[in-house]
């Protein structure tokens, strides 16, 4: 079956310490997107890729790093500059980027904690 | 800048009631419209989706929304409401915002469906 696949599904950082999210997909699509889900505001969209070797930054970018490689990989890195990190991650895919009528496919995500 | 805004965080409702969420967006431009369906712990599922055409949209679940120019909303109905639809949901818009095109998420309602 098609689909995005995240993981590890749950995941602790120590102080100081960089993490990478994992993020594939096997649907074909070109747009790729990570958000950030904490309780009660919703999606914050933290990077975006239209396209492979391309990507753009949301509106919380600040402490987080991505690449695109491959068109099915969109991994996303943690780093020590993200002093709040603790929260649910979410990938998502979708057919084509920009203002575009094609809904986002989403993981089951990731959920990162502190030490 | 776009804004979508969801009326109520909380929405409880008895088991056979009507669901109705409520979903209001800003834009300038004519947008695409998705609502999208959170179970705990996992990622988004798209219920439906208002591109152009008809202003009333069938979705999954018995979930259907109107798409309201006049009224720049798009809410969520559904007939009578089942255990099941217990979930957090969430309204989504693709606007034409410059600089950056991709979904804008709501802060989402989470619907209780009380026996």
């Known amino acids: 079956d098609g689909g995005i696949t995240q993981s590890p599904k749950y995941l602790f950082r120590k102080e100081g310490q960089n993490v990478t999210l994992s993020c594939e997909q096997n649907?074909?699509?070109?747009?790729m997107y990570w958000y950030r889900q904490d309780p009660g505001q919703g999606l914050r969209l933290i990077y975006y890729s239209q396209i492979v070797n391309d990507f753009q930054k949301g509106d919380i970018a600040e402490g987080y790093s991505v690449s695109r490689e491959k068109k099915e990989s969109f991994p996303l890195t943690v780093t020590s500059a993200q002093k709040n990190p603790t929260a649910f991650y979410l990938c998502?895919?979708?057919?084509?980027?920009?203002?575009?009528?094609?809904?986002?496919?989403f993981g089951d995500g990731t959920r990162l904690s502190i030490l | 800048a776009q804004s979508v805004t969801q009326l109520g965080s909380h929405v409880s409702v008895s088991e056979g009631a009507l669901v109705l969420l409520r979903c209001n967006y800003s834009s300038s431009v004519p947008p695409y419209l998705f609502w999208y369906v959170q179970y705990p712990n996992q990622g988004l599922q798209l219920l439906l989706k208002y591109t152009t055409g008809a202003t009333l949209v069938k979705g999954i679940n018995g979930f259907e929304a109107e798409f309201k120019k006049s009224e720049t909303s798009f809410h969520l109905t559904k007939p009578s409401a089942h255990m099941s639809d217990a979930a957090e949901y969430f309204c989504a818009v693709t606007l034409d915002d410059t600089g950056r095109r991709a979904l804008t998420f709501g802060s989402g309602t989470r619907l209780q469906v009380q026996p």
């Open positions: 998502a895919s979708s057919a084509e980027g920009g203002f575009s009528n094609q809904p986002q496919h």
């Open positions: 649907l074909n699509h070109d747009a």
